[in-house]
């Protein structure tokens, strides 16, 4: 008698879990755009984030650019002077979207076979076209394992929450410059943020795939030890 | 006494096996190596000439800069030397800078970087770093494990003389492993280094360092992107009237490529620089072998001395007399001995009355 009854909980007990299993499942679904599921309105954009060129214009700057914050600097600065910058504020370095057309989330866009030249100009133009600093170019990819550290990362993801603001993981971008790796990553690859380090934000407007998406990562180790990278990218969204 | 001096031992070898643990040089050593592997490639003479050439190629073109290049503008565009500085801040900045700049990089950093340089070839030839501690914790093993197994033996009586004899040895192992090693040379130099790359090895001078690559890569642009062509100065006019100038852009690549893994050597090892210099002096390293090592031979020859533990063949042969006396005098007397006990047991045969058959079976 009391084995039938505890048959009979236990069944019950099993019903209810893979009930509510189902429900879970359903209730995650696709979520829509391009990509994974997860919290209620939280949607995974997976695809391309084109990349506009930075535009200079007086002492203004629209489009894509970077910048860098000096050693013991604050978000506002002091900057960098690139002396190679295309734009009259040279703390701005303009940017411009590479041969895959911009920043893909989901996967890594990695550097090419060698990643510099001999004269330490970065060679990959996947992601942006190399840009001159100091006379030198640099250029971006997404890697793992990363290039400086070595550590293993995921691909860049960006997430939506529904209500116009992006947040994601970038730990796997990297520049190459002049014979060195720097890792310009949010979080670091340990899943550090170290510095001015700060997590990527940004907007997305669903209806024109209009985004902007910004992080800062200060940089460890190297020529640029404690500087701060700033990345502004904007541009559209295009889902894979 | 002689358990006394053998104990004495077993705490030298433990000493020796947790001194490493105690100067954190399991973490430490490894730091050591890894510094000297980054340092490797900037600190040869040929790389410290090739930093000094280029110092003296960026004082020329300032040379050229801060003199010939405003009076150029005041002539060519009308721009007084106000304007000249208002209008290229970063090259305003340079001339301004730079002699300061030449005089730390090149009066100090490069000419303690110079007068190093056989110091750096000396600790680099020393063993590796990381191996550092198991060069005390092996013979502290050994000697533990040998002065242990002596107490054993002294306990039960057995014959300690050859692990006394080891022991000695491992001693005189120790006092000779500075010398194999040349330490008594390289580790002075090796603290010389460390004393003299102090002042290098800080944050505030890694920014320092960082701020004038800065300045001088920011001014490089500026002229080149933005002071040349306002001036109207054409690449065979600069090369002419300007060869400092058009030389230090010409090189800049390289000077940069050169310069920028330097600053992050110096960035990456300020950790590793602290981790070498918190080990306690390197001028006390040979001595860190040689004290326990005189101690351990000391203490065991002592230990010898107070007679070593007698094994049973050597206890037998120990009753011996000598051999010259075992002649004569003395083997009589066994023999009188002898016949004296061979008589005692017949006499005492006949006393004893004949067995029963009882008895018997």
Redesign the interface.
Known sequence: MSDGRARDRRGVLVAVVIGTALIAASCGGDGGGGGGGGDAGQQELVGLFKVDPGECSGSEISGSYFRMI???GKLDGPF??????VCKD?SYTALSPGSDGGLITGELQGHPEPPMDE??NGMADNVIQPQPW???AFACTTNSPDMQSEEEVPAPTITFDGKGTLSGEISAFSCA????FFNQGAPKPDGESPGLTSPVTGTYDPDSGKYTLEWTSTVV???????TGVWHLEGTFEES | MRRRLVSAILLLGIGLIAAPAVFQMFSRAPKGGEMINEFRPFMEASKVEQFQDYMAQIDSAHSETSEKLPAFASDNAGMDGETFDTEF??TAAFNDQWPAIFKDMNDGMLVTMEEMVDNFAAVDALPPFPLFPFFFVAPGIMISLLAWSALQADKKGTSTRSRLKLLALLGIGLIAAPAIFQMFGRAPKGAEMINEFRSLMTEEK??RV??Y??VL??????????VEPALGLSGSQLGSDFPALAGFHLD???I??D???M??AM??NIDNYEAVDALPPFTLFPWFFVIPGVMVAALALAASARGPGLSGKEAFAAALPPPADATGAFFAGLKAKAEGNRASRAQSTEDVPPRQESETR
Not at chain 1, 80 to 85: F, I, L, M
Not at chain 1, 177 to 180: C, L, M, S, T
Not at chain 2, 217 to 226: F, K, P, T
């Open positions: 000096q050693s013991g960098v002077t690139n002396g190679d910058s040279k004269q330490g100091f006379a030198v410059w002049n014979g060195q180790g190297g020529a640029f030890d404690k500087f | 801040p970063s890694l920014a960082q701020g690559f800065l890569g920011a001014a490089e642009g500026e002229l080149r992107n933005s800049w690549g390289k940069s490529g310069m920028a893994p600053i992050g960035a990456d």
